[in-house]
């Protein structure tokens, strides 16, 4: 039933609509000829996923994108499992090891018609160790009279076998639908899909001119923005519209207050601090460009990047900034802050209201990177060539091959390589600079793991 598979697609959901759903792995394995590309093609529609076949990362892997039921998942081919020096059924163990490590599922593809031989029973002996999820297609079954054949799987031990076809779409929906069921939990959602006003922290140490910067974005006498439809403000937070848009600021109310609480020892604020950024998803961090940058500056940066939080970094006060100092200022930028290199920085001052109002097309930018998902296909292609040409370091005699990546998650964008081995901060790092190249991030941390298999 070709209708079935409509809805599946290769992920093109538009920026703005980009979940923060972590994306797990399936991985489909099966024999030569069982039916796994017509099956995997079948999960993605009709659009073909662009996986270059460069030597090096996904000669005999290839990993895409697929969505069912609004839920996005990669489906990654371990391909045909061709004998090697050891023959067939240790290939195929093989890979089934390698499924087992690297995916949240998988998925073994029989040919029904054909029915379970020595190779699937030794597949089978290996899958049924696994802690992951593992289902059972037997595929082929074209009609009716199929139904037959599909019964005899059973001796496998892997639970009921799903008889499809994925030449004609048959049985196709329950068998996603079984997929997704054997997938882990989704993760709460942290931030609404509602698509409330974006939520920013204003932070920095005491001094730095925050409630200044506040009153002066709020426009002292209307203050602020008190009522969007549909929202309901908490009154720790202040609605504030900048360049035509309404944006949340969060957990503002000790700014708001003219006098200044005694209480506010260093762990107080310190504590406070990490409230606000944690329940933002942008944070400017603004520091007194007529000072020298302190540790103090630094711990608030840090903390915004520990949390995973998009990155505004405003210097204020800069009318009191002279050419002497914004060269002792370039100086501390070079040396302090490049770990942060990728965020954007802007020159304010909230007395003046000098730049002020390049605060929104920054916080813009630095909150659609943070939502940026580069599909999958896109990713391995990329990867292969850059591996291809940058090979891993090579480590106690062995070098670490990457398999695979996939984007995991948004929100930061936090990239998982699955390989063969250790990679080292160093490669780690060259890789996150040449993603930063390619694909952009300008203001959002952007984390690589590594799942390595055993
Ligand atoms: P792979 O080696 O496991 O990737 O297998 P392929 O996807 O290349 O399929 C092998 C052969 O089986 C091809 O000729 C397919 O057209 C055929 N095939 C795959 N799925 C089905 C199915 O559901 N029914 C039938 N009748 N043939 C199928
Ligand atoms: P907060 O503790 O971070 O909220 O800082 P405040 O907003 O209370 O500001 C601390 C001091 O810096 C106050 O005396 C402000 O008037 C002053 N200040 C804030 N922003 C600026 C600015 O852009 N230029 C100058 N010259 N002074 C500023």
């Not at 890979?95 to 599922?105: F, G, I, S």
Request: glycine share 8%; proline share 6%.
């Amino acid at each position: 039933d070709e209708a079935e598979w409509a809805e599946f697609d290769e992920v093109s959901a538009p920026e703005d609509a980009a979940p923060p759903v972590p994306q797990p792995v399936l991985a489909v394995v099966g024999r030569p000829n069982v039916g796994k590309s017509t099956l995997v093609n079948r999960l993605l529609g009709r659009r073909e996923a662009v996986v270059q076949d460069t030597p090096g990362v996904t000669r005999d892997r290839v990993a895409y994108d697929a969505l069912w039921n609004g839920r996005r998942f990669t489906v990654v081919d371990t391909g045909g499992w061709e004998p090697d020096a050891k023959g067939l059924m240790a290939s195929v163990a093989a890979q089934a090891e390698l499924a087992m490590h690297t995916a949240d599922a998988v998925l073994l593809v029989v040919d029904a018609r054909v029915g379970a031989t020595e190779t699937e029973e030794a597949v089978a002996r290996v899958l049924r160790r696994s802690k992951r999820p593992v289902l059972l297609a037997a595929n082929k079954v074209d009609d009716q009279r199929g139904d037959a054949d599909v019964h005899s799987l059973w001796s496998l031990g892997l639970g009921e076998p799903m008889p499809i076809s994925a030449l004609h779409g048959r049985g196709s929906g329950d068998l996603l639908d079984a997929v997704l069921a054997a997938f882990p939990e989704t993760p709460r959602e942290v931030f609404g899909a509602s698509g409330g006003p974006r939520r920013v922290a204003l932070v920095g140490k005491p001094n730095v001119g925050k409630s200044s910067l506040l009153n002066k974005l709020t426009g002292e006498e209307r203050s602020v923005v008190h009522d969007v439809a549909g929202t309901t403000v908490d009154p720790v937070d202040s609605l504030v519209e900048l360049d035509g848009e309404v944006w949340r600021f969060v957990d503002t109310a000790g700014l708001r207050k003219r006098v200044k609480t005694a209480s506010g020892t260093e762990y107080y604020a310190s504590l406070r601090t990490k409230a606000a950024i944690e329940a933002a998803e942008v944070a400017i961090v603004l520091i007194d460009g007529s000072e020298p940058l302190s540790e103090q500056d630094l711990r608030v940066i840090t903390m915004v990047v520990e949390a995973g939080r998009a990155l505004v970094i405003a210097y204020n006060k800069w009318d009191l900034v002279d050419d002497d100092r914004r060269r002792q200022l370039e100086k501390e930028i070079d040396r302090e802050l490049v770990r942060v290199r990728w965020a954007e920085r802007v020159n304010v001052s909230a007395k003046t209201g000098r730049a002020v109002a390049k605060l929104a097309p920054t916080l813009r930018t630095a909150l659609d990177s943070w939502d940026t998902r580069v599909p999958t296909g896109r990713l391995n292609g990329w990867l292969s060539e850059l591996v291809a040409a940058n090979p891993p370091p090579v480590r106690g005699g062995r070098q670490p091959k990457i398999l695979f990546a996939t984007q995991a998650q948004t929100r930061p964008p936090t990239f998982v390589l699955f390989t063969t081995g250790f990679l080292e901060a160093g490669y780690r790092r060259f890789l996150e600079r040449k993603l930063r190249e390619t694909f952009g991030f300008v203001g959002s941390p952007v984390r690589i793991s590594v799942r390595v298999r055993e």
